[in-house]
């Protein structure tokens, strides 16, 4: 599978004798031949910014880590965050700094890969609206935001892959005006799977750039 159980991760995540996120995320650093420089642990204050919890101490707001490290070929240095917080629309009036922490960055780049269809609900158009505001380019399977909100003035959409649908447990979100946009595209195939489809010939893949 190219995706994860939010249900499962809470007990296998928790079993191991490594536990939680940070191990997958050292491994995949690793993987991308790269050298971790320095790790801290901290959170989220109400305005965004990024406080280094004290030794043996934990805070409020959003928890998270701050991972450097240097590519091993270039020698370049990056900073990769990693924060748990509630996305909802409830979850941001509540704790609004992550979304302060991510205004920092301006306009960039968006990856969303096996959200579980959240960005079609109604609960979480707060989120959904700023990546659709501070996004110059938006990577996504079917279950990112959908379609109706790309208006073809303002976003190029690439398509890759094939579309046939959610699976069953999401069976709910099924685009009609995706299923045709692919018909009419002929996108070029993925050759690799990519969201909630295993298999590769089933999966999608839309690239999305602001005009």
């Known amino acids: 599978y190219s995706f994860f ?3 499962d991760m809470k007990v296998d995540l ?12 050292y491994v995949f650093i690793a993987r991308a031949d790269k050298s971790i420089t320095n790790v801290t642990f901290g959170s989220l204050n109400g305005n965004g910014a990024f406080q280094e919890y004290a030794p043996g101490k934990t805070g409020g707001g959003s928890p998270g880590v701050r991972i ?7 020698g370049n ?29 301006g306009v960039g780049s968006s990856l969303l890969k096996s959200s579980s269809y ?25 279950a990112g935001i959908p379609l109706d909100y790309f208006s073809r003035d303002k976003w190029n959409i690439r398509l890759f892959g ?8 999401f069976k709910q979100h099924y685009q009609p005006k995706l299923q045709d946009l692919y018909a009419q595209s002929n996108p070029p195939p993925l050759e ?11 999966s999608n893949l839309m690239v999305i750039q602001r005009n």
Do not use: M
């Not at 240095?77 to 960055?105: A, R, V």
């Open 14 to 25: 928790e079993s191991q004798e490594l536990k939680g996120t940070l191990p997958i995320l």
């Open 162 to 169: 094939n579309y046939i649908g959610p699976i069953e447990i």
């Open 118 to 142: 959240l960005l079609f609900e109604s609960g979480f158009g707060t989120i959904r609206n700023f990546i659709l505001d501070r996004s110059r380019l938006i990577v996504q399977d079917d």
């Open 77 to 105: 240095s990056q900073t990769l965050y990693y924060f748990t917080t509630d996305i909802s629309d409830g979850g941001i009036h509540s704790n609004p700094g992550f979304l302060k922490f991510c205004q920092h960055f």
């Open 68 to 74: 450097k490290y240097t590519d091993n070929q270039s």
């Open 5 to 7: 159980i939010t249900k």
């Open 192 to 202: 690799f799977n990519f969201g909630y489809r295993w298999n590769y010939k089933e």
